[in-house]
């Protein structure tokens, strides 16, 4: 079955630590996001990529970073320098020409908590 | 600032109980609005989108309509399988979906 895959789906980090959250896609979608979703919030969105090798940050994009070396693999790394890390992270894809306004695809998610 | 707000944060229904769910914006050439459920620990799941006023869609028990300021997704004849989080994402010409915070709705049996 077609869908995006997010591992963990649970993740706990001590304080300065780095973690990377791992998101693969096999929708052969181009457009790639990371979304980060806190209690009484709408989702926010943390970096988008559009094409390989190439990503933009999103509202909330300090401390993460991202990468895009493949089309089906879009890892989030959330560094020490994200104040507040614990929160439920969403990847999602949208399929050619949707871009980011179009019908997104997301994953499970993953639940990160701060120790 | 282009905002969207989704009304109530609650909802509690009797089965059978139909009812209405709201998602208001800030207008600003709405190119685009987005229904999506999400379930408890799970990502959210694509509803409908609706793109100009009057327009509808429906599935099974859920109706989504829109106006100029508004949508209302209506909930007909709930069962408990349809308890989930209901967001709502509005596209505003901008390079991203602005999302709501969500309504939660328990359906009892």
Known sequence: DGGI???PKYLFRKEGQNVTLSCEQNLNHDAMYWYRQDPGQGLRLIYYSQIVNDFQKGDIAEGYSVSREKKESFPLTVTSAQKNPTAFYLCASSAPGQG???ELFFGEGSRLTVL | EDQVTQSPEALRLQ?????????SYTVSGLRGLFWYRQDPGKGPEFLFTLYSAGE?????????TLTKKESFLHITAPKPEDSATYLCAVDFNDYKLSFGA????????
């Open chain 2, 56 to 64: 509808e869609k429906e599935k099974e028990r859920l109706k989504a």
């Open chain 2, 15 to 23: 089965e059978g109980e139909s009812s209405s769910l709201n998602c």
């Open chain 1, 100 to 102: 980011l306004r179009g």
């Open chain 1, 5 to 7: 895959t997010q591992s």
């Open chain 2, 102 to 109: 969500g309504t939660t709705v328990t359906v009892r049996a």
